[in-house]
């Protein structure tokens, strides 16, 4: 995917732009740095990723740019939690821009993504956008760097490029723990959850499932705790 990267915070471009690229995505920035080439084809934009900031404090010509681009593409909004659309920031300097404009700019925003986030979060909110046709009825859940697309039943550490192979039970279960939020659910809440009220087979088959779903997430960096047939994620 080619993507527009509008912020002036250095930092921050430089780490979002290196967690796009290492999944593949072509980045540009408005303003451009010294490694863009200095032209980018306002068609070719499938995406802007723009810090909240960005309209407050970019000049008006890469403004204007910024504005021309939203013709073509979708808008993801990096959020600050203390900064929010028409209210001053203490640390965001004002340079005579038209609030008109500025209004504009975040009225287009067709999803949010609050600071600090992690690569999996940022790539899965990417990921979402892209699929323009049913972007409004997918829902991302992460914890940490682990994000599941609950429309496609996919989970994603760290690459979102390369699911989790999960069996669908694998899947489900590990849906549940996220959705714990950190809390720990017993096997039989998550026989129940996956497999319905079963039968002994199916507390054999949901074993053998929880099994393998530990060994999946320890081969990829994450761990299943397990205390007495307590679930839980990390």
């Known amino acids: 995917m080619r993507i527009l990267l509008a912020t002036l915070n250095t930092a921050l471009r430089n780490a979002v732009r290196a967690a796009l690229e290492s999944a593949g995505h072509v980045v540009e920035t408005i303003p451009a740095g010294d490694d863009d080439d200095g032209v980018f ?4 934009a499938e995406l802007i990723i723009m810090d909240d900031a960005f309209p407050r404090q970019a000049d008006r010509e890469d403004l204007d740019l910024l504005v021309a681009q939203m013709m073509h ?6 959020r ?12 965001v300097a004002h340079d005579g821009h038209d609030e008109a404009t500025e209004a504009g700019v975040l009225s287009q925003i067709d999803d949010e993504l609050y600071k600090p986030f992690s690569d999996a979060e940022l790539l899965a909110h990417v ?16 914890r940490g760097d682990l994000a599941l697309d609950t429309d496609s039943r996919r989970a994603f550490y760290g ?6 192979p999960l069996s669908p039970r694998e899947y489900a279960a590990l849906e549940m723990l996220v959705r714990a939020d950190g809390g720990y659910l017993t096997f039989d809440e998550l026989l129940e959850g ?10 054999d088959i949901m074993a053998t499932a929880m099994r393998s779903l ?14 007495g047939d307590r679930y839980r994620i990390g």
């Open 41 to 44: 084809d306002a068609s070719a």
């Open 73 to 78: 593409a979708r808008l993801l909004c990096l």
């Open 80 to 91: 600050t939690p203390t900064l929010t659309a028409g209210h001053d920031s203490p640390d």
């Open 127 to 142: 990921r979402r956008l892209s699929r323009v046709d049913d972007a409004e009825d997918t829902t991302i859940l992460t």
């Open 159 to 164: 690459d979102l490029g390369r699911p989790l």
């Open 194 to 203: 996956v497999c319905g009220n079963g039968f002994f087979e199916q507390r």
């Open 214 to 227: 530990a060994r999946k997430l320890q081969r990829a960096g994450l761990f299943l705790t397990q205390r």
